[in-house]
């Protein structure tokens, strides 16, 4: 076994403990309900939760490590599962904002609520809006069950008091970030680009890995609140945003062109949502005007099929928007690395840094557009 098969096979057990932690957990909360309406909520929960990145558990690992932690103490695992579920929280509410139906390639909680518990008399309206309203209420569970798994962490004051103010700065630059991805303030008259950064930075880039890397550090004693030094809390900033402003962009390409490993087309959904996403600001910028106005008209159209979709797809391929977020991918991927190298991190959790870059960055085979495929291309 090489070191990088070792230590992918350390993030895949710090993701494994996750799991299981939130599976005993979330069966305790449907055995515990105060009321026979809340386990058929809590299943919905338990089947969205399954199958994600845990990218936020496994920076919090790496960070836990970075600042001399031990990889099998158990207050990483519910940290972890802690970060995880405050993740949750975000996609429920956000998928009912974006009216999403798939997350993941299932359906999202509101979607799954309102097909388990159908409108008086089958009306579709009604199972929808139950289906919403019952999604808002699992979202707010979600974050409140973030509190109670943190506090099952069970460390000292002074890391506890840490880890919960930097979990407080997530939760408020969350929900900025969802602010801007809403459309921000209708006042500003930043330019598109420097906005869809904006909102990658505070919704995304922090939020996904740089302070759950804090959460760890504090966690193992290293924060700045615990008296730890501030070397490791600028690390984290210097390595961590650009991962998660790397990941959030090469998210943005996935959901608009799809996994050319995963079989099927990809969903018109993240084009008929309308995103303010680097990758389609950038379309707009470099677009020639004809292009500008296929992009104005499909990008954001509700009604989008997969004959539009596949055309707005071949449009900002075209605009040159894909060639240049890969190489924004690649510029961040090479300044977190060159962030770690320089490090004064120890061996184990520089492996492990190394590895995470990999896997929030790394690129599928290509990114083709549905005429290619139909071409024959790969």
Known sequence: ?????????????????????????????????????????VDVLRGFVAGGPRLGPSACHCGFLAAGGSSDDPAVAWTGAALEMFHTFALV???IMSRAELRRGRPTVHRALAERFPGVDGDPTAAERFGVNLAILAGDLCSTWTDELLD????????WREVRALLH???TELIAGQCLDLGGDPRSTADPVRSAWRMIRLKTARYAVELPLRVGVALAGGGALAGGGEALTRFCGAYGRPVGEAFQLRDDLLGVFGDPEVPGRPSPQALRGGRPTVLMALARQQ????????????????????????????VVVATGAVARVERLIKARADRASGALRSSATSPAAKASLAELVALTTRRPRSVTTPAQRTRGGT
Request: negative net charge.
């Open 1 to 41: 076994m090489t070191v990088t098969d070792a230590v992918r096979g350390d993030l895949a057990e710090v993701r494994a403990g996750v799991d299981a932690t939130l599976d005993r957990f979330l069966a305790e909360k449907a055995r515990t309900a105060p009321d026979p309406c809340l386990p058929p909520l």
């Open 93 to 95: 509410h956000d998928d």
């Open 152 to 159: 099952r962490a069970e460390v000292d004051r002074a890391r």
């Open 169 to 171: 700065t997530m939760r």
């Open 287 to 314: 677009a020639t005007p004809e292009q500008l106005e296929v992009i104005s008209t499909l990008h954001g159209d509700p009604e989008l099929d997969e004959e539009r979709a596949a055309r707005l797809r071949d």
